[in-house]
């Protein structure tokens, strides 16, 4: 899709599941399971949508899907779907991996940022884009790297480390614009310092929602995610930013819709309400 001047693809890196009690917090399974259907193991179905960004000046991926990297146990649990697909992706828009100059990773939770990183034939863990920094908010990387007992199962130091040996990371603290047009919000809630992603060119503005708004079955500003560290902060953010979208009609990305991945927010009879938007 075409905003302004700026050249967006959102990408497929597959599919995974994730238990829908925890995807839809204190919402009951009456209510999520209308919107959402569950599997046996009560998992709903989940899509790791990265975006491509083309500025003219530079290439930006936003999240890098799931990756590789996962053991058989993994696999089960999750349902992740095998092999991943970015690659595939950005071969098929002719984007190889060596021309991302920024990778901007929301949080660093496993399932956003699996694809920064793979393994070699030789076991190695290498990153997948070697000219690129990889944008990460500073409290992000130190709660990774030294996770604590309630979040250490989101991270994986292989899709981290990495990148620190061979000096690709880029620190941030707060909201910053990492190239022009393309600026970091720090949101929290999600994570300490969790990030939605604002992409502005000639007068029109798309947000990639992240975890804040992982699917568009979350517009609602009670449908928190269970995973959320601050749950209150993310239904605050979540309101003030939805107010913000229908007053300049953003359109926005899901990045884990596996259906509705793009879409704007109207207010009509007091509430927010969503309307789904094509895309190629």
Not at 198 to 209: H, K, M, N, R
Not at 240 to 255: G, S, T
Request: hydrophobic share 40%.
């Amino acid at each position: 899709m075409q905003l302004g001047s700026f050249n967006i693809n959102i990408l497929h890196d597959g599919y995974f599941k994730l238990d829908g009690g925890a995807m839809f917090g204190v919402v009951p399974k009456m209510i999520w399971d209308r919107l959402e259907l569950s599997d046996d193991r009560n998992r709903i179905l989940m899509s790791a949508n990265p975006v491509l960004v083309r500025t003219g000046e530079h290439t930006v991926l936003i999240d890098t899907g799931m990756g590789n990297k996962y053991d058989p146990q993994a696999v089960d649990n999750y349902d992740i779907e095998l092999p991943r697909t970015l690659m595939a992706e950005l071969r098929r828009l002719e984007v190889s991996p060596e021309e991302v100059d920024y990778v901007i990773n929301t949080h660093l939770h496993f399932d956003h940022i699996g694809g920064n990183t793979y393994q070699d034939e030789d076991g190695l863990i290498k990153p997948v884009f070697p000219n690129a920094k990889y944008v990460m908010q500073k409290a992000e990387y130190e709660d990774a790297i030294d996770p604590g007992p309630r979040t250490k199962a989101s991270y994986n130091h292989d899709d981290i480390v990495p990148l620190q040996e061979s000096g690709q990371i880029m620190l941030i603290d707060g909201d910053i614009e990492v190239v022009p047009g393309i600026k970091m919000r720090v949101t929290g809630g999600h994570t300490r310092a969790h990030s939605i992603v604002q992409i502005e060119s000639e007068g029109q503005t798309a947000i990639f929602l992240a975890d804040l708004i992982p699917t568009s079955s979350h517009v609602k500003v009670p449908y928190v995610m269970g995973y959320d560290l601050y749950p209150a902060d993310t239904a605050d953010f979540k309101a003030e930013l939805l107010q913000e979208a229908a007053a300049n009609d953003y359109l926005l990305l899901f990045e884990h819709s596996p259906r509705v991945k793009v879409g704007r927010i109207f207010y009509d009879d007091e509430e927010f309400r969503f309307r789904p938007e094509p895309f190629d």
